[in-house]
């Protein structure tokens, strides 16, 4: 794996080669955005959602965090990172699809699922336990069926917990507003790190099928 100084010298052939190939898109984007599309996926360093789609820069508006949930609508004071960039996407940028893409093997499902880490202190995974938290009533029903362990468990959890963060995206009112008069589209998405397979939430039905 590589280190920072690597990462670097990887910006140095972006800048010799990409960059110099696409000079006048990113003179174009150094006005301003206009993606259609947003993407809330995993902090995960498998799962870049800008990969996965093989699109280019400017094309897709991402929020990344610990298993690429939505919080509910909330104006309790605080600092509501995914909150400002739902908002930003959805009334500013006006994106006409939002994508919860959750991802196979996700640390944060798995935590949300044990509650290993429920009790621990911030800086101890109390952080972690704090916000895998909001998955708990989506967890119960699993913990039930299948036990918070194994990967049939950690499976549901993670195909659950994209549901429960699309309910969450319908409590912004502005959210569910656009939604309802037909100008945004909600969609849940799960992609297998093992097989590279993306499957996509059928809504009415609740099942998850592989993407054409
Ligand atoms: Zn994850």
Redesign the pocket.
């Known amino acids: 794996m590589k280190n920072f100084s690597q990462l670097v010298e990887g910006y140095g052939r972006f800048r010799s080669t990409d960059w110099q190939q696409q000079r006048d898109r990113w003179a174009t984007l150094a006005e301003g955005q206009s993606p259609k599309v947003m993407v809330i996926a995993?902090?995960?360093s498998r799962?870049d959602p800008a990969q996965i789609f093989d699109v280019d820069p400017g094309e897709i508006f991402v929020v990344r965090n610990?298993?690429?949930m939505v919080p509910p609508y909330e104006t309790t004071p605080g600092h509501h990172g995914v909150s400002a960039a739902v908002e930003f996407a959805v009334q500013f940028l006006k994106v006409s699809e939002v994508v919860i893409m959750?991802?196979g093997?996700?640390?944060?499902?798995q935590a949300a699922l044990t509650q290993d880490l429920h009790g621990n202190d911030p800086g101890a995974g109390g952080f972690v336990a704090d916000w895998v938290g909001m998955l708990d009533e989506a967890r119960e029903p699993v913990a039930r069926e299948l036990g918070t362990t194994g990967r049939e468990a950690e499976l549901a959890m993670e195909l659950a917990a994209v549901k429960a963060s699309l309910a969450n995206l319908r409590s912004f009112p502005f959210v569910k507003d656009r939604e309802d008069k037909g100008e945004l589209v909600l969609r849940g998405a799960h992609f297998a790190i093992s097989d590279g397979i993306l499957r996509l939430l059928d809504e009415d039905s609740g099942e998850f099928s592989p993407a054409d």
């Open positions: 995993c902090s995960d799962v610990v298993a690429a959750g991802h093997m996700c640390g944060g499902c």
